[in-house]
């Protein structure tokens, strides 16, 4: 059994924000793959289903970003399972719009969501989908930048990435996740 885990922020009006790309992907890949409807549980939305034949817990965080841990405590100790089972899919300034990378621990790189996760399960050990939405010119725009809806000219984009990570859950199921990012890559190449 694996944990994803999607991060964001749940208020309604931020639904389309750089920040929610974790609650978009987890959306299309349960749409996709015919999950269960979601429900609230362990302070968050959860859903189950089956991804390349390996039963997959979603959840959504409903804490808001910054409070993220406390849902995905909750659920890691109730399921009993370890740090390498949890997948966090999240948004990333490092990367430019339309890349996805897959990468297991390391630091939090100043995302807030992913540092209340460490602090509250006591360990970075995971994997992560790092979602690009880009950086603002600007240290000083990033809270404004990341709580920006996603630009209509990005949009398309997006929507393509979202498809190609739904499409290509599988392989993370099987931890390939070099394959995982070829599959993402070339399903959007002509996307931009």
Same mark, same amino acid.
């Given at each position: 059994?694996? +944990?994803?885990?999607? @991060? ?42 089956? =991804? ?28 009993? @399972?370890?740090? $390498? ?21 390391? $630091? ?20 992560? =989908?790092?979602? $690009? ?6 240290? =000083? ?20 990435? @979202? ?23 070339? +399903? ?5």
């Amino acid at each position: 059994m694996l +944990l994803w885990v999607g @991060l964001g922020n749940p208020e309604p009006g931020m639904a389309r924000q750089r920040h929610n790309a974790g609650f978009m992907a987890l959306d299309a890949i349960a749409h996709r793959h015919g999950f269960s409807p979601w429900r609230q549980r362990f302070k968050g939305l959860l859903a189950e289903g089956t =991804v390349g034949g390996v039963k997959v817990i979603a959840l959504k965080p409903q804490t808001y970003m910054n409070d993220s841990g406390e849902a995905v405590q909750a659920a890691l100790a109730f399921y009993k @399972l370890e740090h $390498g089972a949890i997948t966090v899919f999240h948004d990333e300034m490092d990367l430019v719009p339309g890349k996805v990378r897959v990468k297991r621990g390391g $630091g939090a790189a100043g995302h807030n969501g992913l540092r209340s996760i460490d602090r509250l399960t006591g360990s970075p050990d995971y994997w992560r =989908v790092r979602i $690009g939405v880009g950086h603002p010119e600007s240290r =000083v725009r990033v809270v404004g930048y990341v709580l920006g809806d996603i630009p209509k000219a990005d949009q398309p984009l997006m929507s393509a990435v @979202l498809e190609a990570i739904a499409d290509s859950a599988p392989l993370l199921t099987e931890n390939r996740a070099e394959d995982f990012m070829t599959r993402v890559a070339l +399903l959007t190449q002509n996307a931009a």
